[in-house]
């Protein structure tokens, strides 16, 4: 069963407009959430992260949305540049757990064309 | 440099043979994760190490899958008897794990392993 999924496998947008990147959960118990971005032949890099406790967290051109009750996430990459061309994975954990194991998403290939 | 390193960064072997990963976390990181990406597909968990608890093994798919990790330093995965559905990309990564800094895991580079 895949606890957090991306659906959208690839994405294309125009240089300077927006990317929207969304993620689904279905883990009522995950309360974090974050944003990975990977290179092809490098390991990802951490973007961005969301408490459960707020429903926006915003840095630079980069803004992850939550939505609890619909247990939806998103990215908006605005503007766009090309070298976002990337993949992107979500990640959720549960603190309440007691750990800090994390599940992702399989990812959306985003392609920034100039 | 001060990042996750992993070694080696490609390893070919033959069905049957056995395989040790190894891993480099950041100095001071108490949590470790190792993770597996198939061709085409998401990243999937192996097994994370916090400290000296006991590692949380339930994202390892067959007991010939093996993790270690020395107090807060190297970790290695060992493969028994490879396949060549084990063929992936190996990725470690650390975080610091403590309750106040809850977040972001720092990658390595990835071991790419190819199973014949």
């Known amino acids: 069963d895949q606890q957090v999924k991306q659906n959208s496998p690839s994405l294309s947008v125009q240089e300077g407009r927006i990317s929207i990147l969304n993620c689904d959960y279905t883990?009522?118990?995950?309360?974090?959430f974050l944003w990975y971005k990977k290179y092809p032949a490098e390991g990802p890099t951490f973007l961005i992260s969301i408490s459960s406790i707020k429903d926006k967290n915003e840095d630079g051109r980069f803004t992850v949305f939550l939505n609890k009750s619909a247990k939806h996430l998103s990215l908006h990459i605005v503007p766009s540049q090309p070298g976002d061309s990337a993949v992107y994975f979500c990640?959720?954990?549960?603190?309440?757990?007691?750990?800090?194991?994390?599940?992702f998403g399989t990812g959306t290939r985003l392609k920034v064309l100039a | 440099g001060a990042g996750v390193s992993q070694s080696p960064s490609n390893k070919v072997t033959e069905k049957g043979k056995d395989v040790e990963l190894r891993c480099d976390p950041i100095s001071g990181h108490t949590a470790l994760y190792w993770y597996r990406q198939r061709l085409g597909q998401g990243l999937e968990f192996l097994i994370y190490f916090q400290g000296n608890s006991a590692p949380d093994k339930s994202g390892l798919p067959s007991d010939r899958f093996s993790a270690e990790r020395t107090g807060e330093s190297v970790s290695t995965l060992t493969i028994q008897r490879t396949q060549q559905e084990d063929s992936a990309v190996y990725l470690c990564?650390?975080?610091?794990?403590?309750?106040?800094?809850?977040?972001?895991?720092?990658f390595g580079p990835g071991t790419r392993l190819t199973v014949l």
């Open positions: 990564a650390s975080s610091l794990g403590s309750s106040g800094s809850l977040g972001e895991q720092f």
């Open positions: 990640a959720a954990s549960s603190t309440t757990s007691g750990t800090y194991k994390y599940i």
């Open positions: 883990n009522s118990m995950f309360d974090y």
